[in-house]
């Protein structure tokens, strides 16, 4: 399955991760800020112990909460 375009490389292997996006290729990483950038405490994620829980989603280690 090819992911997006990356920046650097310019191959389809740009795969969505936890904190951003990472290229398998070349290593090279974008990180999103956390809750759309907008800042704040999370909720408290249970997988991984830090409050960065926001919208159902750790943005630390990917856990999904419904």
Sequence with gaps: MAG????KCGKATFFQTPTGRECTKCGYKMIAPPNQGKGGQGK?????GKNTVFKGKCTSCGATYK
């Design 4 to 7: 997006m375009m990356c920046p």
């Design 44 to 48: 408290y994620c249970y997988n991984c």
